[in-house]
C-alpha cells in the first residue's frame, strides 16, 4: 500500500495538479463552453495538494519509506473536503449567510489540514506567525491601545477563513495557481530538457575567460536560474553545488563563495522578466500591468548585479584569483548547440511587451515551444519524450504545492488584518513614531520588513509586507508602486540578514563555513538593496518612472556610485586602498547616486563627486604602475 502511494498516487496527483492549473491558463473551460467558478477549480487544487503531502512528507523527519494510517486518513479527510468544496462552493459562496454551520464545519476541516501541511513544507516559523494572527482574530477586542481590533467569533472565524473569497480562496491562491504555475511548468521543462543547464553553460562562456571568471558564472547562473525557480533558498541549494565548488577551486575563500552564491540567487526574486512569483502578487494587488512592473524592476535589478560584479572583480584582483582552470567552452559552440532556448524567452517577452498578452498566456506560448523544440532538437543527447513530458507535469506539481499552502497561509493573515482593521491600525502606528520624517518612516519601515520576513518564502514575505507596511509609506506620499518595490526589496533581504538568513545559511552549510560569517559577507555583497531602495522611494526615476532626461542623469549617476562604493568595500582598485580613502570614496558614492529631484543643488553634488572620485581612481591606477615599475627596477 505505501509503496503505491509513494512511487504511483503521489506523483499522479502532482501531475494532475499541473494538468489543471495548464487547462486554467489555457481558458479551455470557456473555449468549451463549460461554467465553472475558478474556486471549484482551486478546491480539487487544494484536496490533491494536501493529500500528496501527507502522502508524502512524514510528521517529523526529512523521508520516509511507509504511510501511516493516520496520514492516509488525513490524506482521505482532504480529498473528500476538497471534493467537496469542488461541488457545493457555488451555494455556499452564494447563500454564505444562510449557509454558516455548512461552512463552519468545512473550515473546521480544511483549516488544521491546511495549518498541519504548512508544518511539514514550510516549518513552524510561518505557522507561529499564522497562530500568532489566528489568535488576534478572535481577540482582537481585548489588546489595548491604536492596535485593538474587531474579533470574531470562532464559528465565524472558521467559516470566513474555509470558504471567503478573501481568504482561503482569495487573491494569492488565484495568482499562485493561475499564473505563477505555469511560470513553474515552464522552469520544469526547460530543467527536463537540458535548458537549466545551458544557461550555466552560456553563463561559463560569457563570464569564465575573464578575472574571477568562476565567481561570475556564479552570479549570471543563478541570477538567471533564481529568477525562474521562484525561491532563493532552492536555488542556492541547486545551483550553489555547481557554483561554490568551482569558486573554491579558482581561489576564492569558504566565506566569500557562499556568500556570492547566496546574494546572486537572492537577487533572482527581483530579477525581470519573471521576477519570482512576487511580480504578478504586485500587479494584481496595484492593478497595474505586469510589464509596469518589469519595467519598473529593470534599474534596480541591474545596480544590484552590477555592484556584485564589481565586487567579485575586486575580490579577485586581490586576491590574485584568475580565470577559470579548465578548458571552457566557447561562445559560438554554446549558442549552436542551445540557442534554440532563446526562443522560449524571445516570444515571452514579444509577447507581453508587443502582443500585450496575459503573463499566463505569454508563459504558455513559451511552454509550448519548448515542448515543440525540445522533440525536434537534443541539447548533450536530452531530448524532450513523452516520459520528461510527464515529469515536467509532476515536478511543477510538487514546487507549486509548497506554494499554495504558504499563499493560503497569507491570504488568512491578509484577511484578519482587513476584517480586524489591524492593518489601518499598524498603519497609523507606523506613521505616529516617524513624526513628519520620511526618512525615519523608510527606517523603521526598512527593519520591519527585514524582521517580518526572516524565515519565510518569497511569496509570503511580499503578501504580508503588502497588507502591513506599504500602506503606511504610501500614505506618507510616497507612490504606490515605490513603496511596493521598497518592502520587496527589505523583505528578500531577510535571506541574507542576520540572524536568519536562510539564503545565507543553505549556503553556509555547502561551505562548511561560519553561517553568521557568511551571512555578514552577504550583506557586504548585496549592500546596493540596502541602499537604492531609498532613492527610488524619494525619487521615482530609478523605476523609470518620470522625465527621460532625470531618468537618464539618475542612472548614470547611480551606475558611478555603485562602482565607487563597490570598490571601497572591497579596498581594492588598481592597488590596495587605505581605510581613509576607502571611507572617502564610499561617501564620493553616496553623493554621486543621490537622485536629481531631490533638490536643485543635487547635479552639481553629483558632477562633483564623480570628478573626484574619477581623479583618485586615476592616481591609485597610476601610483599602482609606478610600484610595478619600481619593482622592475
Known amino acids: 500500500m505505501s509503496g503505491w502511494l509513494l512511487g504511483r498516487a503521489q506523483p499522479l496527483m502532482a501531475a494532475a495538479i499541473t494538468i489543471i492549473v495548464v487547462v486554467l491558463a489555457g481558458d479551455l473551460p470557456f473555449y468549451l463552453k463549460v461554467s465553472i467558478l475558478l474556486q471549484q477549480a482551486l478546491g480539487v487544487v487544494l484536496g490533491l495538494g494536501l493529500a500528496m503531502t501527507f502522502i508524502a512528507r512524514p510528521a517529523f523527519g526529512k523521508s520516509r519509506d511507509k504511510v501511516p494510517v493516520y496520514d492516509i486518513i488525513f490524506a482521505i479527510l482532504s480529498l473528500v473536503g476538497g471534493a467537496y468544496v469542488a461541488v457545493r462552493y457555488p451555494v455556499m459562496s452564494g447563500e454564505f449567510f444562510f449557509r454558516q454551520t455548512e461552512t463552519f464545519l468545512v473550515g473546521l476541516v480544511l483549516i488544521p489540514l491546511v495549518v498541519e501541511a504548512l508544518r511539514r513544507t514550510a516549518g513552524l516559523g510561518l505557522v507561529g506567525i499564522l497562530g500568532f494572527f489566528l489568535a488576534y482574530g478572535l481577540f482582537a477586542d481585548l489588546v489595548p491601545g491604536q492596535l485593538e481590533g474587531r474579533a470574531q467569533s470562532l464559528p465565524n472565524l472558521f467559516s470566513y477563513l474555509g470558504v471567503d473569497l478573501n481568504a482561503m480562496f482569495g487573491l494569492p491562491l488565484v495568482i499562485i495557481t493561475s499564473v505563477v504555475a505555469i511560470f513553474i511548468f515552464l522552469g520544469q521543462l526547460l530543467l527536463h530538457t537540458g535548458g537549466s543547464e545551458w544557461f550555466t553553460e552560456l553563463a561559463i562562456a560569457t563570464t569564465g575567460r575573464s578575472r574571477g571568471g568562476s565567481a561570475k558564472i556564479s552570479v549570471v547562473a543563478s541570477g538567471l536560474f533564481g529568477s525562474i525557480s521562484g525561491s532563493a533558498v532552492s536555488n542556492v541549494a541547486s545551483t550553489g553545488v555547481i557554483t561554490i565548488p568551482l569558486m573554491r577551486h579558482a581561489g576564492y575563500s569558504g566565506i566569500n563563495a557562499g556568500a556570492i552564491e547566496a546574494v546572486a540567487s537572492t537577487g533572482g526574486q527581483f530579477m525581470p522578466p519573471i521576477m519570482g512569483a512576487a511580480a504578478f ?87 509550448v515551444i519548448v515542448v515543440l523544440l525540445g522533440f525536434v532538437r537534443s541539447y548533450k543527447g536530452q531530448r524532450m519524450s513523452l516520459a520528461k513530458l510527464i515529469g515536467s507535469f509532476g515536478g511543477a506539481g510538487l514546487v507549486l504545492v509548497e506554494l499554495v499552502f504558504v499563499v493560503i497561509g497569507a491570504g488568512w493573515v491578509m484577511f484578519i488584518l482587513n476584517t480586524t482593521g489591524l492593518g489601518e491600525g499598524f498603519t497609523l502606528f507606523l506613521l505616529k513614531q516617524a513624526g513628519d520624517s520620511l526618512l525615519l518612516l523608510l527606517l523603521i519601515a526598512a527593519f520591519a520588513s527585514i524582521i517580518l520576513g526572516m524565515g519565510m518564502p518569497t511569496s509570503a514575505v511580499y503578501l504580508l509586507l503588502a497588507a502591513m507596511i506599504a500602506p503606511a509609506i504610501a500614505e506618507a506620499g510616497v507612490s504606490p508602486l515605490s513603496a511596493h518595490m521598497f518592502i520587496l526589496y527589505f523583505g528578500m533581504m531577510s535571506m541574507i540578514t542576520p540572524p536568519v538568513a536562510l539564503c545565507a545559511f543553505t549556503a553556509a552549510s555547502l561551505t562548511r563555513e561560519d553561517p553568521m560569517r557568511t551571512a555578514m559577507r552577504s550583506m557586504m555583497f548585496a549592500w546596493v538593496a540596502y541602499i537604492i531602495p531609498f532613492l527610488f522611494a524619494y525619487s521615482p526615476t530609478l523605476l523609470l518612472q518620470g522625465e527621460w532626461q532625470a531618468t537618464m542623469i539618475d542612472v548614470a549617476t547611480a551606475c558611478v556610485g555603485v562602482y565607487f562604493i563597490s570598490t571601497a568595500f572591497v579596498g581594492y582598485a588598481t592597488k590596495e586602498m587605505n581605510p581613509a580613502m576607502r571611507v ?10 543621490l537622485p536629481a529631484m531631490l533638490a536643485s543643488w543635487v547635479v552639481f553634488a553629483n558632477v562633483a563627486c564623480i570628478v573626484i572620485g574619477v581623479l583618485y581612481l586615476f592616481q591609485n591606477a597610476a601610483a599602482a604602475r609606478k610600484a610595478i615599475a619600481g619593482a622592475a627596477d
Open 281 to 367: 502578487l504586485m500587479s494584481e494587488i496595484l492593478e497595474i500591468p505586469y510589464t509596469d512592473i518589469v519595467v519598473a524592476a529593470l534599474v534596480p535589478a541591474m545596480l544590484y548585479y552590477f555592484a556584485v560584479f564589481i565586487m567579485v572583480d575586486r575580490v579577485a584582483a586581490k586576491d590574485k584569483v584568475g580565470q577559470v582552470d579548465e578548458e571552457l567552452p566557447m561562445m559560438g559552440s554554446v549558442l549552436l548547440q542551445g540557442g534554440h532556448f532563446l526562443l522560449p524567452f524571445v516570444m515571452l517577452i514579444y509577447a507581453l511587451f508587443w502582443l500585450w498578452a496575459e503573463p499566463q498566456r505569454a508563459a504558455m506560448y513559451a511552454a
Open 584 to 593: 572617502l570614496l564610499a561617501a564620493l558614492g553616496l553623493g554621486a547616486m
